[in-house]
Nanobody
Framework: QVQLVESGGGLVQPGGSLRLSCVAS????????MGWYRHAPGKQRESVAT???????NYADSVKGRFTISRDQTKNTVYLQMNSLQPEDTAVYYC???????????????WGQGTQVTVSS
């Protein structure tokens, strides 16, 4: 089993910044990708940013140029630096990890419990 723990959410004014962290622990043999997703009230969950084991990143159009995903492989941690936050960024942000727990296992997706980000004046 893999556990993901997110932190760093909170209340911020428009134009402000937050940095989310997600630490993975448990049975991790190899990580294919990690990413951040968000779920706003009345909307479907959407992918915000992802990063592969090779370091390739992908961003939602709505956050390009404002958000940056990065990782520390030695700590099994992924970060999301969010700048120029806007009210429409308000959502619960979830961390996802796609990984194998052994050489012979299939890739599985694991999710964190989510952290609330509220952008409001």
């Amino acid at each position: 089993q893999v556990q993901l723990v997110e932190s760093g959410g909170g209340l911020v004014q428009p134009g402000g910044s937050l940095r989310l962290s997600c630490v993975a622990s448990g049975s991790i043999f190899s990580i294919n990708a990690m990413g951040w997703y968000r779920h706003a009230p009345g909307k479907q969950r959407e992918s915000v940013a992802t990063i592969t084991s090779g370091g390739r990143t992908n961003y939602a159009d709505s956050v390009k140029g404002r958000f940056t995903i990065s990782r520390d492989q030695t700590k099994n941690t992924v970060y999301l630096q969010m700048n120029s936050l806007q009210p429409e960024d308000t959502a619960v942000y979830y961390c996802k990890q796609s990984s194998k727990d052994s050489l012979w296992s299939n890739v599985r997706d694991y999710w964190g419990q989510g952290t609330q980000v509220t952008v409001s004046s």
